[in-house]
């Protein structure tokens, strides 16, 4: 894996954003055969460069993509910085926000690694090391082109003291009963994310796959993998959230812009119709 400190400034020595994007996309099949999903095409675009884009424009100056599966594809797309184009107006060019325009990009690649991905919390303890002490997670084959990724999100959460904020969203068709609940706070702080039994007669949200996490929830008592995830562990992320929710310590917002899991290709085909 690229050291961490590699092509990066004094400043920004760490990625302050993981890109995941190692998935085989079993229920894609057969447009993931030879084509990672995240390089499919969403409105002509690779759907991961919608992440991309959003990015630049909140300020966030280095990625880190994970990949398994065709993983090689990613990095020979979209190689080691990323630019986003200026919109154009006629003659007139629009700036892009907090004058941002690029950002480094850094690979942490699984299947390359270990043969195949590690799932999302083995993956994440394996890109540790390259990771901010607070740094966005999203998934690349998630479709949000309104979303967007503030530096005051990151200071408010960096203040919470929290170990990880969820971004919650309406339970789409595929996903009728929800993942978790959300508890508004009665002092004004931040709401609770909520790991509410099956048969709850409270609401439950989709997670969206955006979150804020901080790295101490990759340590003990929450997370047992090393840094680095030197044996190549596989570890799914939902049993972390769902320690962490029972001791009050993740947080958590219904986003309502527009969220599509591009996870068949008749929602692809959807969304570019």
């Known amino acids: 894996m690229p050291n961490a400190n590699a092509n990066a400034n004094a400043n920004a020595q760490f990625a302050t954003a993981m890109l995941l994007a190692a998935g085989r996309g079993e229920r894609m099949r057969p447009l993931t055969d030879n084509c990672p999903k995240p390089l499919l095409k969403v409105q002509g675009k690779p759907l991961m460069q919608w992440h991309l884009e959003a990015l630049v424009r909140g300020g966030c100056p280095q990625v880190l993509v994970n990949t398994a599966w065709l993983g090689e594809q990613i990095a020979n797309t979209f190689g080691d910085v990323f630019v986003?184009?200026?919109?154009?107006?006629?003659?007139?060019?629009?700036?892009?926000?907090?004058?941002?325009?690029?950002?480094?990009?850094?690979?942490?690649?699984?299947?390359?690694?270990?043969?195949?991905?590690?799932?999302?919390?083995?993956?994440?303890?394996?890109?540790?090391?390259?990771?901010?002490?607070?740094?966005?997670?999203?998934?690349?084959?998630?479709?949000?082109?309104?979303?967007?990724?503030?530096q005051a999100a990151v200071e408010r959460f960096a203040a919470s003291g929290k170990l990880a904020h969820l971004w919650l969203v309406p339970n789409p068709a595929h996903n009728r009963h929800g993942d978790f609940?959300?508890?508004?706070?009665?002092?004004?702080?931040?709401?609770?994310?909520?790991?509410?039994?099956?048969?709850?007669?409270?609401?439950?949200?989709?997670?969206?796959?955006?979150?804020?996490?901080?790295?101490?929830?990759f340590k003990p008592p929450w997370c047992d993998i090393p840094a680095g995830n030197p044996q190549g562990i596989k570890a799914p992320l939902?049993?972390?959230?769902?320690?962490?929710?029972?001791?009050?310590?993740?947080?958590?917002?219904?986003?309502?812009g527009p969220w599509t899991d591009v996870g068949t290709p008749q929602r692809l085909a959807e969304l570019n119709t």
């Open 238 to 256: 939902a049993p972390l959230l769902r320690r962490a929710m029972d001791n009050h310590q993740v947080s958590a917002e219904l986003y309502a």
């Open 181 to 217: 609940g959300l508890q508004t706070s009665p002092n004004g702080g931040p709401a609770l994310a909520l790991n509410l039994p099956q048969d709850s007669a409270q609401p439950r949200h989709t997670y969206s796959t955006i979150g804020l996490y901080r790295r101490e929830f």
């Open 84 to 150: 986003l184009q200026p919109l154009s107006i006629g003659r007139k060019q629009l700036s892009n926000s907090k004058r941002c325009s690029q950002l480094e990009l850094r690979y942490s690649h699984e299947g390359h690694d270990f043969g195949d991905a590690l799932e999302t919390a083995g993956g994440m303890a394996r890109a540790l090391p390259q990771l901010g002490e607070v740094f966005w997670v999203l998934a690349g084959d998630v479709f949000t082109p309104g979303f967007e990724f503030t």
